[in-house]
């Protein structure tokens, strides 16, 4: 991305991202069936884990007077990749794809290992076990199967229908991509200017959203999913609210008090974002 010049290939890089980032969430899930959704919260929440260090990076970038000024963080966007390819052979293989190889014993005692607090007997072994073999049964007697089969019956038809309003359609209504990507205008209707300032806000943005999810990632469980979304998603539209009415103020008569309000309330709508969103 750092090399190309038309805006197709950044649509495609970004198309292709998008698809790595959706297996390795789901391939995530499969990993850690205990602590699933503490897990797959805090998957998400790395997310803030890198978006403080690349603020930092264009932060200092900013003072590279050329194009590297943006191609250099885009490079960087390499390192986290090279990492995870050389940690490649310290990953142990996919119980799923023993068992098919017929390498149960292998299978069992990676289980026993990561599942099982080293117990080739442990009741969630010889379920998940037990699972996969049934599983990969069914596969093989199942000769043909199509994408059909997914909206087949009224359940399969509503959790996709939830994930698609949920992922697909509230998340991307519910204001955060004013935010998002809209951060520089919002901070400049809110009367900050300078660009090392909006780079600055910027940085303890991100800081304060990794603060926000990561404790959404440890209290979903406790708070539940449902109210978790009901609170957060409330909190974000009076935030947002207050935050226009304020814009509407301070272009009519400018003031560094109305400017500070605008300032916390989009650390406060961002952070309940966070919150639940994230995950």
Same mark, same amino acid.
């Given at each position: 991305?750092?090399?190309?010049? /038309?805006?197709?290939?950044?649509?495609?890089?970004?198309?292709?991202?998008?698809?790595?980032?959706?297996?390795?969430?789901?391939?995530?899930?499969?990993?850690?069936?205990?602590?699933?959704?503490?897990?797959?919260?805090?998957?998400?929440?790395?997310?803030?884990?890198?978006?403080?260090?690349?603020?930092?990076?264009?932060? +200092?970038?900013?003072?590279?007077? &050329?194009?590297?000024?943006?191609?250099?963080?885009?490079?960087?966007?390499? =390192?986290?990749?090279? =990492?995870?390819?050389?940690?490649?052979?310290?990953?142990?293989?996919?119980?799923?794809?023993?068992?098919?190889?017929?390498?149960?014993?292998?299978?069992? #005692?990676?289980?026993?290992?990561?599942?099982?607090?080293?117990?080739?007997?442990?009741?969630?072994?010889?379920?998940?076990?037990?699972?996969?073999?049934?599983?990969?049964?069914?596969?093989?007697?199942?000769?043909?199967?199509?994408?059909?089969? =997914?909206?087949?019956?009224?359940?399969?038809?509503?959790?996709?229908?939830?994930?698609? /309003?949920?992922?697909?359609?509230?998340?991307?209504?519910?204001?955060?991509?004013?935010?998002?990507?809209?951060?520089?205008?919002?901070?400049?209707? #809110?009367?900050?200017?300078?660009?090392?300032?909006?780079?600055?806000?910027?940085?303890?943005?991100?800081?304060? &959203?990794?603060?926000? #999810?990561?404790?959404?990632?440890?209290?979903?469980?406790?708070?539940?999913?449902?109210?978790?979304?009901?609170?957060?998603? +409330?909190?974000?539209?009076?935030?947002?609210?207050?935050?226009?009415?304020?814009?509407?103020?301070?272009?009519?008569?400018?003031?560094?008090?109305?400017?500070?309000?605008?300032?916390? =309330?989009?650390?406060?709508?961002?952070?309940?974002?966070?919150?639940?969103?994230?995950?």
């Amino acid at each position: 991305m750092a090399a190309v010049k /038309a805006d197709e290939h950044f649509f495609l890089f970004e198309r292709i991202r998008n698809l790595t980032y959706a297996r390795s969430q789901l391939h995530f899930r499969g990993r850690t069936p205990q602590h699933r959704v503490t897990m797959t919260g805090l998957f998400g929440t790395s997310w803030y884990v890198e978006s403080p260090v690349a603020a930092g990076v264009t932060y +200092g970038n900013q003072y590279i007077e &050329n194009t590297w000024s943006w191609r250099l963080p885009s490079l960087l966007q390499l =390192l986290p990749s090279v =990492l995870c390819l050389a940690s490649l052979p310290f990953i142990p293989e996919s119980p799923r794809w023993l068992i098919y190889k017929n390498r149960q014993s292998e299978a069992r #005692a990676i289980w026993a290992k990561y599942h099982g607090d080293g117990d080739a007997d442990s009741p969630l072994v010889a379920i998940e076990y037990q699972e996969i073999c049934q599983a990969l049964e069914h596969e093989k007697s199942v000769q043909k199967t199509s994408f059909k089969t =997914l909206i087949s019956t009224r359940p399969n038809r509503w959790s996709i229908g939830v994930v698609c /309003a949920v992922a697909g359609v509230f998340s991307q209504v519910s204001g955060n991509n004013i935010i998002t990507y809209y951060l520089g205008d919002v901070l400049t209707s #809110a009367g900050i200017t300078e660009v090392q300032t909006q780079l600055g806000a910027n940085l303890e943005l991100s800081g304060s &959203n990794l603060v926000c #999810a990561s404790a959404g990632s440890w209290l979903t469980e406790r708070i539940g999913r449902r109210h978790g979304f009901l609170c957060s998603t +409330g909190i974000m539209s009076v935030a947002l609210i207050i935050v226009s009415v304020l814009t509407k103020l301070y272009g009519d008569n400018p003031d560094t008090a109305v400017s500070a309000a605008q300032f916390t =309330l989009i650390f406060i709508f961002y952070g309940s974002y966070s919150f639940v969103w994230t995950l």
